[in-house]
């Protein structure tokens, strides 16, 4: 059993940043894919990014070049740097584990999801 916690959410103006972050409970972590996924009110999921177990790193189009995904195995953590962020962006973030390792952008690869931070995007 894996638990998430996700913090770093907040108001920010266009243009600027912010930097989330997923604690996971368990000993295992290093062996999980890990991902972020997005959503607002009356739409599915949607990928932003993800890396594996080993560091392979996969991205939304949306946010390449905008976001980096990285892991901390020391400390359980996985973290979302949010950079040039668009009001587009906006939305409820949710961390996610994936026990196969990989990074996945399928949100049903995943297997256990943290209570979402929300990212708000001023114009």
């Known amino acids: 059993q894996v638990q998430l916690v996700e913090s770093g959410g907040g108001l920010v103006q266009a243009g600027g940043s912010l930097r989330l972050s997923c604690a996971a409970s368990?000993?295992?972590?290093?062996?999980?894919?890990m991902g972020w996924f997005r959503q607002v009110p009356g739409k599915e999921r949607e990928f932003v990014a993800a890396?594996?177990?080993?560091?392979?790193?996969y991205y939304a189009d949306s946010v390449k070049g905008r976001f980096t995904i990285s892991r901390d195995n020391a400390k359980n953590t996985v973290y979302l740097q949010m950079n040039t962020l668009k009001p587009e962006d906006t939305a409820v973030y949710y961390c996610?584990?994936?026990?196969?390792?990989?990074?996945?952008?399928?949100?049903?690869?995943?297997?256990?999801w943290g209570q979402g931070t929300q990212v708000t995007v001023s114009s």
């Open positions: 890396i594996s177990w080993s560091g392979k790193l």
């Open positions: 368990g000993r295992t972590f290093r062996n999980y894919g």
């Open positions: 996610a584990a994936d026990s196969s390792g990989s990074s996945s952008s399928f949100f049903r690869e995943y297997d256990y």
